[in-house]
Structure formats: structure tokens, C-alpha cells
């Protein structure tokens, strides 16, 4: 009897296959260098991150979370400081707001690219509003420029949330290149991933490079030498060379989604009650995620499950309507995309190695079901 074709999410096996000498030999080297935690492997992806987003500081950290909160304590962030973010994200863009002393404030996302709509940012902006996170959610850039415009006039820093877009672009400039600083996540499922947690951030200030160096290292840079009370938050060894070998590979996996997306949108245009992601004007998306809509997602998606087609729901509740953040008590009326979303959004399989085949299987099911 043959077991049936199922089609994953993802598949970094498959993955690491395609690179298994490479990733085999850096290991290796990591091991005979006995360079675990900091050291040349870090300091050399370091550089290479940095270069190849063409932003001069690389601060790595060990996860995308801290990236945001080493960012914030280095902005000084202080108890009543208010910071404006999206309302449709993974936590860990808010809760890092609060770890750092400030207070959250949701800003509703524009109703087709999942990114905070710059329109409806002023009306959040308080007296003791002191910084704007954009997200660029999916892999597609927030409208930078509007988002930009509007910290300059009211004097607010912007942080780029990262963590699903490296290598997306916005007007021709580098998403991670806008804001005073850019968070990036490197866990295993992001475009590009360690072999375990890791994470970045980047900014244009030497200054502020300095100070979140030293927080994210016991507050000191030299051994002995602790400047300031600071977090353990490191890079190892093992984890930078593996973003090295990767990092190499991340401009053509990026075209292979892209590719991947552009099949799919083909394919799935005009199908009855099937939205697809829509790309704004002068954004390039990298697609870590491919997010249709759909008004009956649920059924649509165990549609999908009942064929061996495994989807997610990159959220199935928007951040407001969270019980971590009941305290804020928000209404659906007050976020009315990021609702109405919440219950639509479905992630189709998306990876570099997905094959012909299990796409055209993904497509044929979600055809059948739109009929
Ligand atoms: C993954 C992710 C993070 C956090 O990164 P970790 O490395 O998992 O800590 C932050 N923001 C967004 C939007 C993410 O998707």
C-alpha cells in the first residue's frame, strides 16, 4: 500500500540538505576552534550580515525578541513612554515594548498588505509617544516612507521589525535601513535561519551599536571591564557559521520564493472568495509567508489538512484581542483590519525546495475547494 503524498509547511531538512557538506565542514570548524559563544564565526557573519544589507552595524543577540528589546533599552525607552506598533504581528514585537518599561499602543493595518497603515498612525501619537515599530509582516515592507515622514515631523525613532524579511526592499532601499535600528530573528523557520535561536540588530549609529554590544554582554565589552548593568544575550559560534554558509544561499532562495509566489498567484487568481497577497508599489516582497484570505478559512484549511496539505495561521488572533493584552480593552471596531483578518488569513506551504509537484497539488486542492 503506498502512504500518501503529504505536503509540509516548510522543510529545512530539505533544506539542509541541499548545503550538508558546507554546514557539516563550518560546524566542524567551530568545533576544532573551540569558538562557542562569540569569537571569529560571529564577528565574521557580523560583517557579512551587515554588508550584504548595507547598513555599517551588526549587533547579533540570541533571538529576535532581545534584538527588539536590546534596541529599546539602547533608546532609552523609560516607564510612560509610549510606543506605536502594529496591531497584526507575532508578540514578540509588543511584549518587548513593555519588558523595556514602556507602554503598548496598536495601530490598525491597512486593509490588503498586513502592514500598519500610516494613515492612522497620527491619531495614536500622544505627548508621551516617544517611537513607531513597523512590522514587515510576511516578508512585504511597510510603507516606509509615510511611515518615516511622519517621525521626522513629530520627532519619533522608528524600529524596523525584521524578523520576516531580510533582503525586502522598499523603494530600493533595504528594508532594516530606515529606522535608527532594525531587528532581525534568524530562528530555524525565518528566510534565513540558524540551527536554533539567533538574532540581530542593525543600525547606521555607531554609538548606539556600542551600547547594545554592551548591554546584550553583561555591559561590558572587554572581560572585567562592565560599563553598565547589562543581559546575557549572545551569538554562538555554531549558529553564525551556519548563517554564513546560509547568507550566501539567501539571495537565491529569496528568487525561488519569489518564483514560488508567482506561480501560486497565477495559478489561484480569480477564484471565488480566494484573496491573494497584494504587493504595494515600489515593495519588494520576500514572501516568508504566502497569505491568502478566504471568508471560510477554517473549512478551508482542514480542506487542505484532509488532503495532506498543512497550512498555518499566522494569527489566529490578532494582538489586541489577546488575553495578554486585556487590559487594554479593545473592541473589535477599534482595529477593524486586523479583526476582520484575524478570522480569514491562512499560510500556504512556502519554502525554496518546494517541488513542482507538491505546489501543483497545493493548487489543484485549493481549486477544488473554491469551486
Ligand atoms: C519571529 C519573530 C520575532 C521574534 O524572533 P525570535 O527569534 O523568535 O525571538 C519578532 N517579530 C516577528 C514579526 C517575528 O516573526
Same mark, same amino acid.
Given at each position: 500500500?503506498?502512504?500518501?503524498?503529504?505536503?509540509?509547511?516548510?522543510?529545512?531538512?530539505?533544506?539542509?540538505?541541499?548545503?550538508?557538506?558546507?554546514? !557539516?565542514? #563550518?560546524? =566542524?570548524?567551530?568545533? &576544532?576552534?573551540?569558538?562557542?559563544?562569540? /569569537?571569529? @564565526?560571529?564577528? $565574521?557573519?557580523?560583517?557579512?550580515?551587515?554588508?550584504?544589507?548595507?547598513?555599517?552595524?551588526?549587533?547579533?543577540?540570541?533571538?529576535?525578541?532581545?534584538?527588539?528589546?536590546?534596541?529599546?533599552?539602547?533608546?532609552?525607552?523609560?516607564?510612560?513612554?509610549?510606543?506605536?506598533?502594529?496591531?497584526?504581528?507575532?508578540?514578540?514585537?509588543?511584549?518587548?515594548?513593555?519588558?523595556?518599561?514602556?507602554?503598548?499602543?496598536?495601530?490598525?493595518?491597512?486593509?490588503?498588505?498586513?502592514?500598519?497603515?500610516?494613515?492612522?498612525?497620527?491619531?495614536?501619537?500622544?505627548?508621551?509617544?516617544?517611537?513607531?515599530?513597523?512590522?514587515?509582516?510576511?516578508?512585504?515592507?511597510?510603507?516606509?516612507?509615510?511611515?518615516?515622514?511622519?517621525?521626522?515631523?513629530?520627532?519619533?525613532?522608528?524600529?524596523? !521589525?525584521? #524578523?520576516? =524579511?531580510?533582503?525586502? &526592499?522598499?523603494?530600493?532601499?533595504?528594508? /532594516?535601513? @530606515?529606522?535608527? $535600528?532594525?531587528?532581525?530573528?534568524?530562528?530555524?523557520?525565518?528566510?534565513?535561519?540558524?540551527?536554533?535561536?539567533?538574532?540581530?540588530?542593525?543600525?547606521?549609529?555607531?554609538?548606539?551599536?556600542?551600547?547594545?554590544?554592551?548591554?546584550?554582554?553583561?555591559?561590558?565589552?572587554?572581560?572585567?571591564?562592565?560599563?553598565?548593568?547589562?543581559?546575557?544575550?549572545?551569538?554562538?559560534?555554531?549558529?553564525?557559521?551556519?548563517?554564513?554558509?546560509?547568507?550566501?544561499?539567501?539571495?537565491?532562495?529569496?528568487?525561488?520564493?519569489?518564483?514560488?509566489?508567482?506561480?501560486?498567484?497565477?495559478?489561484?487568481?480569480?477564484?471565488?472568495?480566494?484573496?491573494?497577497?497584494?504587493?504595494?508599489?515600489?515593495?519588494?516582497?520576500?514572501?516568508?509567508?504566502?497569505?491568502?484570505?478566504?471568508?471560510?478559512? !477554517?473549512?478551508?484549511?482542514?480542506?487542505?489538512?484532509?488532503?495532506?496539505?498543512?497550512?498555518?495561521?499566522?494569527?489566529?488572533? $490578532?494582538?489586541?484581542?489577546?488575553?495578554?493584552?486585556?487590559?487594554?480593552?479593545?473592541?473589535?471596531?477599534?482595529?477593524?483590519?486586523?479583526?476582520?483578518?484575524?478570522?480569514?488569513?491562512?499560510?500556504?506551504?512556502?519554502?525554496?525546495?518546494?517541488?513542482?509537484?507538491?505546489?501543483?497539488?497545493?493548487?489543484?486542492?485549493?481549486?477544488?475547494?473554491?469551486?
Amino acid at each position: 500500500m503506498s502512504v500518501p503524498e503529504t505536503v509540509p509547511f516548510a522543510d529545512l531538512y530539505a533544506q539542509y540538505l541541499t548545503i550538508k557538506p558546507e554546514i !557539516d565542514a #563550518a560546524m =566542524a570548524e567551530v568545533i &576544532r576552534a573551540s569558538a562557542f559563544i562569540r /569569537g571569529p @564565526f560571529v564577528d $565574521a557573519f557580523e560583517r557579512e550580515f551587515s554588508e550584504i544589507l548595507g547598513v555599517p552595524h551588526c549587533v547579533s543577540c540570541a533571538n529576535g525578541t532581545d534584538a527588539l528589546y536590546i534596541a529599546m533599552h539602547a533608546l532609552g525607552v523609560k516607564p510612560g513612554d509610549e510606543v506605536i506598533t502594529s496591531a497584526h504581528s507575532w508578540i514578540a514585537t509588543s511584549e518587548t515594548i513593555t519588558q523595556a518599561g514602556g507602554k503598548v499602543v496598536f495601530c490598525d493595518t491597512d486593509s490588503d498588505t498586513f502592514t500598519i497603515d500610516p494613515a492612522r498612525i497620527e491619531e495614536k501619537i500622544s505627548p508621551r509617544t516617544v517611537g513607531i515599530i513597523p512590522v514587515h509582516l510576511y516578508g512585504q515592507p511597510a510603507d516606509m516612507p509615510a511611515i518615516m515622514a511622519i517621525a521626522a515631523r513629530r520627532g519619533l525613532w522608528v524600529l524596523e !521589525d525584521c #524578523a520576516q =524579511a531580510h533582503l525586502a &526592499r522598499c523603494g530600493g532601499r533595504s528594508a /532594516g535601513s @530606515f529606522g535608527v $535600528a532594525a531587528a532581525f530573528s534568524f530562528y530555524p523557520g525565518k528566510n534565513l535561519g540558524a540551527m536554533g535561536d539567533a538574532g540581530c540588530v542593525l543600525t547606521a549609529d555607531s554609538e548606539m551599536a556600542e551600547r547594545m554590544a554592551m548591554f546584550a554582554r553583561h555591559g561590558g565589552l572587554k572581560k572585567g571591564d562592565h560599563r553598565m548593568e547589562g543581559i546575557n544575550s549572545r551569538l554562538d559560534g555554531m549558529q553564525a557559521a551556519v548563517l554564513s554558509v546560509k547568507l550566501r544561499r539567501l539571495p537565491f532562495w529569496t528568487a525561488a520564493r519569489r518564483r514560488l509566489a508567482a506561480v501560486y498567484d497565477k495559478a489561484l487568481d480569480g477564484l471565488s472568495g480566494l484573496e491573494l497577497p497584494e504587493v504595494s508599489a515600489g515593495r519588494e516582497h520576500v514572501y516568508h509567508l504566502y497569505v491568502v484570505r478566504h471568508p471560510r478559512r !477554517d473549512e478551508l484549511k482542514k480542506y487542505l489538512a484532509d488532503r495532506g496539505i498543512e497550512t498555518i495561521i499566522n494569527y489566529p488572533v $490578532a494582538l489586541p484581542f489577546l488575553p495578554a493584552y486585556s487590559r487594554l480593552g479593545a473592541r473589535p471596531g477599534d482595529f477593524p483590519n486586523a479583526y476582520r483578518h484575524q478570522s480569514m488569513v491562512l499560510s500556504l506551504p512556502m519554502f525554496p525546495e518546494m517541488a513542482e509537484a507538491q505546489q501543483t497539488r497545493v493548487i489543484e486542492a485549493i481549486r477544488a475547494f473554491c469551486k
